[in-house]
């Protein structure tokens, strides 16, 4: 019996695509993040905000836009040992956000 070697890089599975760029930066209460990743319902946050299971608000848009869109979540995760959090969008007009395709190239880190 042969066994197939198990790929480097592990299937994604989730319904709904991440990316990384552009760069959100992400407000809640006096605190900002930087997400790590993103898509349509939810984010990957540097830092740790709020404890698992709470509602936040917030606002979220690309770093010096200027623009900056609200939105409620739900902190869904929070892991101390990297120091990220991961919280889910509660309202679908995020799925509205509109990105000009240069968005990406003049952000600054």
Same mark, same amino acid.
């Given at each position: ?7 480097l890089f592990?299937? %994604?599975?989730?319904?709904? !695509? ?6 959100l930066?992400? #407000?809640?209460?006096?605190?900002? =993040?930087? @997400?790590?990743?993103w ?7 540097y830092?740790?905000? %709020?404890?698992?299971?709470? !509602?936040?608000r ?6 010096? #836009?200027?623009?900056?869109?609200? =939105?409620? @979540? ?10 990220n ?7 679908? !007009?995020?799925?509205?956000?509109e ?11």
């Open positions: 019996m042969t066994i197939a070697p198990k790929s592990a299937a %994604e599975r989730r319904r709904e !695509r991440r990316y990384a760029l552009p760069i930066e992400i #407000s809640i209460g006096s605190e900002r =993040f930087r @997400a790590v990743n898509s349509m319902h939810g984010a990957l946050l830092g740790i905000c %709020e404890g698992v299971g709470v !509602r936040v917030g606002e979220m848009g690309v770093p010096g #836009s200027g623009e900056a869109m609200p =939105f409620a @979540a739900t902190v869904v995760r929070a892991d101390l040992d990297s120091g959090s991961a919280i889910c969008f509660e309202d679908p !007009r995020t799925e509205r956000i990105f000009h395709p240069h968005a990406g190239a003049t952000l600054r880190q």
